[in-house]
């Protein structure tokens, strides 16, 4: 499913960005537009026809690939399963539209952070020293020790030596306690070499008392069946974690061999809060938005440029958009290690004003992507889709309608010079 609709929305959108710069394009070089524009039919007219063709165009393309992908997902849901886990895998995990808890972790205190920074600085004398020859500049240093400092201070949350507890609170689950029944408690722990052949022990201890002992493997995603009863009346789950084993022949604790980590969204509560079919649907009504805005992009690139030329902007856009997410967390943790005020410097403070600037403007671009929510059982709620709809939907494509409108009603379409 995944590959399925990864393949049908990149296709729809290249089809959509070629065939919307060449129908403008290729019309305006051939002064085949001359046949139209002598008609009564104003510019903005023409351009509103272009886009709702390729919106009809793609909602016919979407409504194949999507009830394509839809039925043949239903019918492997009919098929006999390997075995009774893979049954129900497909069912709790995958077909189905699921809500996401995580834990709160705190932050490093402004002050404390500061003092750090400041401690770091004054102890390290080869760092005093590029920063007084100019080779490094103090914001960045700042900059870079804080981020290591915040990053240690949240990893140390996340990480249980051997015989060590702490608690986590799961918070924002009334819906899942009005519905009832289980909710999944997932894990993705590495310890150890993270060897795939070995496991490891861990308890997990519940606020009414009591506990269940699991043996886990390292790098593996594994859910534990949690009852909705555990959840507290102001919608909170708070679970304990133990890194100790359980003996079983002599009902003794002793403390685990490793240390055990995990990342920031690898310990969360999954809660159902409805089925497939409509979180499908809601997934495609924000692909079709996307690809509209794609649509009066390409069309409007396609007014004032070239064909070649056109493309180039409209699949830069694209792709800048899509990747926006990377970008970001790319800024994050960017540092220059450039001379201070040297012309490599320059550049790079260039490049990343313009990288800021286009990962800022193209974010909502980035962020509503439904596809990956789809395939792994995540909930597309209805506020994603009305983001999408009223971000991208109404303002990206009424804007670049407008700026693409006025461009083209300034464009010398053609001179009658009595030939031809």
């Given amino acids: 499913m995944s590959r399925s609709l990864d393949i049908a929305y990149v296709c729809a959108a290249c089809m959509t960005l070629t065939l919307g710069c060449a129908t403008v394009a290729f019309e305006i070089r051939d002064r085949q537009i001359w046949q139209l524009m002598t008609k009564p039919l104003d510019r903005f007219q023409y351009l509103l026809g272009k886009w709702l063709g390729l919106v009809g165009l793609n909602a016919v393309l979407f409504l194949v690939c999507g009830v394509g992908i839809f039925i043949f997902v239903q019918w492997i849901r009919t098929r006999p399963a390997l075995d009774e886990f893979d049954r129900i895998a497909v069912r709790d995990e995958v077909l189905v539209a699921r809500d996401v808890s995580r834990p709160v972790y705190e932050r490093l205190p402004r002050e404390q952070l500061e003092e750090a920074v400041d401690s770091m600085i004054a102890s390290d004398a080869i760092m005093k020293a590029d920063l007084d020859s100019g080779r490094r500049r103090l914001e ?6 804080a981020m290591q400092r915040q990053a240690e201070f949240q990893s140390k949350q996340r990480r249980l030596e051997s015989g060590e507890s702490k608690t986590f609170v799961f918070g924002g689950l009334s819906s899942a306690k009005q519905l009832g029944g289980t909710i999944a408690l997932r894990y993705f722990l590495h310890a150890g070499g993270s060897d795939s052949h070995s496991s490891f022990p861990i308890i997990f201890k519940f606020s009414d008392g009591s506990w269940v002992d699991r043996m886990f493997v390292p790098a593996q995603g594994h859910v534990l069946a949690v009852s909705s009863n555990l959840i507290d009346d102001d919608g909170n ?3 304990e974690i133990v890194n100790l084993k359980f003996n079983s022949k002599d009902n003794s604790f002793t403390p685990g061999m490793y240390t055990f980590n995990w990342d920031e969204d690898s310990l969360e509560v999954l809660y159902r809060v409805g089925g497939f079919e409509t979180n499908y649907l809601r997934g495609m009504v924000v692909n079709m938005v ?8 390409a069309i409007c690139s396609a007014t004032t440029l070239s064909f070649s030329v056109a493309c ?18 790319s800024l994050m943790f960017w540092t220059s290690a450039a001379d201070a005020g040297s012309f490599e410097d320059t550049v790079q403070i260039i490049v990343r004003a313009i990288a800021t600037v286009v990962e800022y403007l193209l974010r909502p671009f980035g962020q509503t992507s439904a596809n990956d929510l789809l395939v792994k059982g995540r909930n597309v709620s209805y506020q ?8 991208i939907g109404l ?3 009424g804007t670049t309608f407008i700026i693409g409108w006025l461009v083209f009603r300034r464009k010398e379409l053609a001179i009658y010079s009595g030939q031809g």
């Fill in 290 to 297: 996307k690809l509209s805005f794609l649509a009066m992009l």
């Fill in 384 to 391: 994603r889709m009305t983001q999408a709809i009223a971000v």
């Fill in 312 to 329: 180039l902007l409209s699949f830069s856009i694209f792709l800048a958009g899509s990747l926006a997410p990377f970008l970001a967390q």
């Fill in 140 to 145: 960045d240093v700042r900059r870079e020790i």
């Fill in 237 to 239: 789950l708070k679970v």
């Fill in 395 to 397: 303002a990206w494509t």
